[in-house]
């Protein structure tokens, strides 16, 4: 065989396999997404990770504020996806579907109010690993009584480890045995009211800037829900307190939830 053809076997080879590494993690990242309908554009931020099951799960910021993306598919280089916003307490859903070439992805968008065109750039990585759950989380946790609306705030130290402050309708609560792994997130959340000792465990799953799970408690589950607010700042030089609970990479054995434990209306 001849130089000539070779040289066209390997070129051959590397457009053939092209389109397998585009489909393996092509829409994943951050996207600075242009949309344009009849004479209006309008610009967004469009964050699409991907977990270790190989599921997507993607969130939409732009000047209207937060959004969620669902239905999120990409096979051979074709990306599809639904941008649900509330405007108004209602709900309007846009269906994007788009072709990943490289950085840019192209297509078309339809929604309530007609057809649009759009370009997404692609900025670098999604977040991924301890990062992907630092910032500010609104949690929702629903008890037999009423939804309590309270603020979990995580961080990273600068050894990596991970660290959360739990601010409530009555105060600041103790977070103990925070992991994140494999899009996990557990922790232990210990509360005083009535100078008794409060302790319930979380076990729930981060899709992008939302957390779905259960706090388990003596008095049964609670259904959480968690919206992520804001991207927190790293704590720069901050060392991780080897005597804190869950700092060190032994972990101690963890208490269980207090006999006492009055979880239904007072999770703080």
């Avoid at 599921?55 to 639904?82: C, H, M, N, P």
């Amino acid at each position: 065989m001849n130089k000539k053809a070779v040289v066209a076997g390997v070129v051959l080879a590397c457009v053939m396999l092209a389109p397998v590494v585009i489909a393996a993690e092509g829409v994943v990242g951050e996207w600075e997404f242009k949309s344009q309908m009849q004479a209006r554009t309008s610009t967004a931020t469009m964050t699409i990770t991907k977990n270790a099951e190989g599921k997507y799960a993607g969130t939409w910021s732009s000047q209207r504020g937060e959004s969620t993306l669902s239905d999120i598919t990409f096979e051979k280089g074709t990306a599809k996806f639904v941008q649900t916003m509330n405007f108004g307490g209602q709900d309007m859903k846009t269906t994007y579907e788009g072709t990943v070439a490289g950085t840019k992805l192209t297509g078309k968008g339809q929604g309530q109010f007609g057809e649009s065109t759009f370009e997404g750039t692609l900025q670098g990585e999604a977040k991924s690993g301890a990062d992907a759950i630092v910032g500010q989380w609104q949690m929702s946790v629903n008890t037999p009584a009423r939804e309590v609306v309270e603020k979990l705030t995580i961080t990273k130290n600068a050894d990596g480890t991970l660290a959360g402050k739990w601010v409530g309708q009555r105060g600041e609560n103790t977070i103990s045995y925070l992991k994140f792994d494999g899009g996990k997130l557990t922790f232990t959340r210990t509360s005083n009211f009535g100078g008794r000792e409060m302790i319930s465990d979380f076990e729930g799953t981060v899709e992008g800037d939302n957390i779905k799970g259960v706090f388990k408690t003596e008095r049964g589950d609670r259904e959480t829900t968690a919206t992520r607010v804001t991207a927190a700042k790293p704590e720069a030089g901050k060392k991780a307190d080897a005597n804190a609970p869950g700092a060190g990479k032994a972990e101690p054995n963890k208490p269980s939830p207090s006999k006492n434990a009055d979880k239904e209306a007072k999770p703080s």
